[in-house]
């Protein structure tokens, strides 16, 4: 789970820090609620969802204010195949979110999947509990 955005690497511009690991379940419409910490973290703040390069099966939340210098440091070919698969989002009353229906299906999520939030400092990420169960058996480089 390495970071790959350059404007995620180093010094942190967005003030929250997220760290552990939380599991949970998606409801009936692939909806889900965000452990009560990253909850709070995230109220009345817009992010993205978007497809980690690289790594098809998992999906980072991220605050639209990273998103947008993520972008900016990106070589300028690698922007349309990050930002076609990148959709803003916003937490409801409930502090549930959904997932576009392209982005389950590009990672395999559905309703009723069990889910793995991992924080990773500036952003979340977020994959099915078997994908991330097989990443911890790959070596390490």
Known sequence: MSVIFPALAGR????VR???IYF??????????LPLNI?????DRTF???????????????????????????????????TAFSFQGKLDRQGRFVIDANLRKLTGLAAGDE???????NHLQIMKKSAWEASLDQPKT
Do not use: Y
């Open 12 to 15: 942190s511009h967005f003030p």
């Open 39 to 43: 909850k709070r973290s995230l109220a």
């Open 18 to 20: 997220f760290s552990g």
């Open 48 to 82: 993205f969802l978007s497809i980690l390069q690289n790594q098809e099966k998992v999906l980072i939340l991220i605050e639209t204010q990273i998103w947008r210098k993520s972008i900016k440091a990106m070589p300028r070919l690698e922007r349309p195949s990050f």
């Open 115 to 121: 889910i793995v939030i991992a924080g990773c400092g």
């Open 24 to 33: 949970c379940r998606s409801d009936e419409k692939a909806r889900f609620h």
